[in-house]
């Protein structure tokens, strides 16, 4: 009987209508990131890693890392219709000396999408927060947030930016301390209020702005913009 490898769904994001991404860790030492054609497993055989592992065809040897699940036209049955080793895109502005590989972390609660609890040995196992693309469309605002924490380096606005995290020699993104005394309520949105103290979270939209005029408008707007009850932009209270 042959050897199965150990596989382990990190994240997936699942279309019963259309293509499903999962990213898998296999063997605990190599990542890979399997599409799967539409019509052929339901989303919660998809979402639930167990159930996943038991109905995708065997993995196909050989050193790859990215493969399609489709539908055999012989039999109708699932199987890989390729699998092939891509240089997927990474964070290209990597502007702090500290880098992690993702197979060093030991990954904790989930906070958010893409954003975790973890731990680390290089920093002394303390509770950080790893924020990273689970698939490759997401690099873009890893690289945004990547440059925005450049910009608010030392200037105590958002969380210390601790190092870039990769996966097979790429950065997918980031880690950073994690902000104690956290609600629920407070990740949820672009600041956290604790101690009396707002630090900024979220930037994969920030840009630089050097109109004085609109700056001084969305400054003058704050008070407003705070009280919303819809909930877009406003603060928690921890």
Not at 111 to 120: D, F, N, P, S, V
Request: charged share 25%; with cysteine.
């Amino acid at each position: 009987m042959d050897n199965q490898p150990k596989i382990e769904l990190l994240q997936a994001e699942v279309d019963e209508n259309d293509q499903s991404f999962s990213r898998l860790l296999v063997d605990g030492r190599s990542i890979k990131y399997i599409t799967v054609e539409p019509g052929i497993y339901s989303s919660e055989d998809m979402c639930f890693g167990p159930s996943l592992v038991s109905i995708l065809p065997k993995l196909p040897a050989g050193d790859w890392n990215d493969g399609l699940v489709a539908k055999d036209a012989k039999d109708d049955q699932p199987h890989f219709a390729y699998c092939t080793l891509i240089q997927f895109p990474g964070v290209q502005n990597t502007w702090h000396r500290t880098y992690v590989n993702y197979l060093e972390l030991s990954i904790g609660r989930k906070l958010r999408t893409g954003i975790y609890e973890a731990k680390c040995l290089l920093f002394d196992d303390d509770i950080i927060v790893a924020k990273f693309a689970r698939f490759p469309w997401e690099i873009q605002c890893m690289e945004n947030e990547t440059t925005a924490y450049q910009w608010i380096s030392g200037r105590n606005i958002g969380p210390p930016f601790l190092g870039h995290l990769t996966e097979n020699g790429r950065v997918i993104g980031f880690l950073m301390e994690r902000i104690t005394d956290e609600s629920d309520m407070g990740i949820q949105i672009d600041f956290l209020v604790h101690d009396s103290k707002a630090t900024l979270i979220d930037f994969d939209t920030a840009q630089k702005c050097d109109d004085r005029n609109l700056l001084l408008q969305e400054f003058e707007n704050l008070t407003v913009r705070l009280k919303d009850p819809s909930g877009r932009g406003g603060g928690g209270l921890l």
